[in-house]
């Protein structure tokens, strides 16, 4: 069974940085794409980046564009999101996402919140 376990998240002031990363166990890490979705409170969760299996296309959301990068190691399993120029926008709970063909797995979530 695939586990997602992110770290890294925290409180942090516009303008500043925080990176955050996701362990994953379970199965072949090099098979899945990953990506990192948020939920901030009242709204649905939303797409904020994703990298295949091999880490050569990345995608971002408009919203996180130029300021968010995702990579991942496949030698550690782990993928990670690199987020500067932080907004108070930005403040939600990342998930990390795991995906392959009809697989969809998620971690537990990591707390981020940018004060203005």
């Known amino acids: 069974q695939v586990q997602l376990v992110e770290s890294g998240g925290g409180l942090v002031q516009a303008g500043g940085s925080l990176r955050l990363s996701c362990a994953f166990s379970g199965d072949t890490f090099r098979h899945y794409g990953m990506g990192w979705f948020r939920q901030a409170p009242g709204k649905e969760r939303e797409f904020v980046a994703a990298?295949?299996?091999?880490?050569?296309?990345?995608y971002y959301s408009d919203s996180v564009k130029g300021r968010f990068t995702i990579s991942r190691d496949n030698a550690k399993n782990t993928v990670s999101l690199q987020m500067s120029s932080l907004k108070p926008e930005d403040t939600a709970v990342y998930y990390c996402?795991?995906?392959?063909?009809?697989?969809?797995?998620w971690g537990q979530g990591t707390q981020v919140t940018v004060s203005s």
């Open positions: 996402n795991a995906r392959l063909t009809a697989y969809d797995y």
């Open positions: 990298i295949s299996w091999t880490g050569s296309m990345t």
